[in-house]
């Protein structure tokens, strides 16, 4: 037992010596390393096109969708399936710090091998609107690189089937949020799967360089 203890002194020394030698990266939530990291990933890239990718996700909009998870405020399919039990027990403060985590990471790789024409639709949607159909342009609020800022949330590089299961989740308001089922109640399937693709081809500055992953239509 004294030589455990002792171990596990030395063990907090040199945790505290390379904690501080990288004071911008926080440590990783136990939580996150035993149970989300199982769909979300380690680094905040999931293992599967329905599961959102959280990497470098602004840490306001992180927050604010766990406690909508938590009050059961976020009611689509798949947030009630996999997501409601996740959060259900979080407090204020672990929601905080896995926020926080998620949010210090490089952002998800760009998506490679989608539709040209898709894509080219799907950035004139995202630039300009479409003023027939009371679409708003999604760069005036998600930015011009689509990072978002506070609780809007980052787009860039996303997983296109997620982003479409959410436009069209906002559209059925099954997933009901003021500002984002109006801006998209009159799209059409169409529309959503371009804009989709868009967003899933768009490299974030920082992830520039990085290889890119799969196409996972
Ligand atoms: C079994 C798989 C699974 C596990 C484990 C899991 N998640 Fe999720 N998570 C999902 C799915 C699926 C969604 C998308 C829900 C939807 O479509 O509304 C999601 C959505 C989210 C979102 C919303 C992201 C966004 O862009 O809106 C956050 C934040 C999140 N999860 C955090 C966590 C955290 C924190 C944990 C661990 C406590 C966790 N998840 C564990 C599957 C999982
Ligand atoms: C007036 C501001 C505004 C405009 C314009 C806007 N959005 Fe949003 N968007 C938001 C906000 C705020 C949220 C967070 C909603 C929530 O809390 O559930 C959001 C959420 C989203 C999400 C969910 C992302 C995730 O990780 O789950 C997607 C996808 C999205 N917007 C796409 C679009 C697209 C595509 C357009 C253009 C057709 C658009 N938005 C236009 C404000 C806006």
């Known amino acids: 037992m004294k030589t455990l203890a002792i171990l596990t002194a030395a063990g907090a020394v040199l945790f505290a010596i390379s904690a501080s030698a990288q004071p911008s990266v926080p440590v990783e939530p136990a939580l996150v390393?035993?149970?989300c990291s199982q769909c979300h990933g380690d680094r905040g890239l999931s293992i599967a096109p329905l599961f959102p990718d959280l990497a470098a996700?602004?840490?306001?909009?992180?927050?604010a969708q766990l406690k909508n998870f938590r009050d059961h405020k976020r009611s689509d399919q798949h947030a009630q399936a996999y997501m409601?039990?996740?959060?259900?027990?979080?407090?204020?403060?672990?929601?905080?710090a896995i926020a926080t985590y998620f949010s210090s990471l490089p952002p998800p790789p760009r998506t490679s091998g989608l539709d040209p024409a898709e894509v080219?639709?799907?950035?004139?949607i995202f630039e300009n609107g479409v003023s027939a159909?009371?679409?708003?342009?999604?760069?005036?609020?998600?930015?011009?690189?689509?990072a978002g800022s506070a609780t809007i949330p980052r787009l860039a590089g996303?997983?296109?089937e997620y982003l479409a299961t959410q436009l069209l989740a906002f559209r059925s308001k099954q997933r009901y949020n003021d500002i984002m089922s109006a801006n998209v109640?009159?799209?059409?399937?169409?529309?959503?799967r371009d804009v989709s693709s868009y967003l899933?081809?768009?490299?974030?500055p920082s992830a520039a360089t990085e290889p890119s992953k799969a196409d996972g239509k």
């Open 33 to 35: 390393a035993n149970t």
């Open 57 to 63: 996700q602004d840490k306001d909009y992180l927050v």
């Open 84 to 96: 409601w039990g996740m959060a259900g027990d979080l407090t204020d403060d672990t929601i905080d």
């Open 120 to 124: 080219a639709a799907g950035k004139a």
């Open 133 to 146: 159909d009371n679409v708003p342009a999604c760069k005036a609020c998600h930015g011009d690189s689509a």
């Open 158 to 160: 996303q997983h296109r």
């Open 185 to 192: 109640a009159q799209m059409t399937d169409e529309q959503i």
């Open 200 to 204: 899933a081809s768009l490299a974030s």
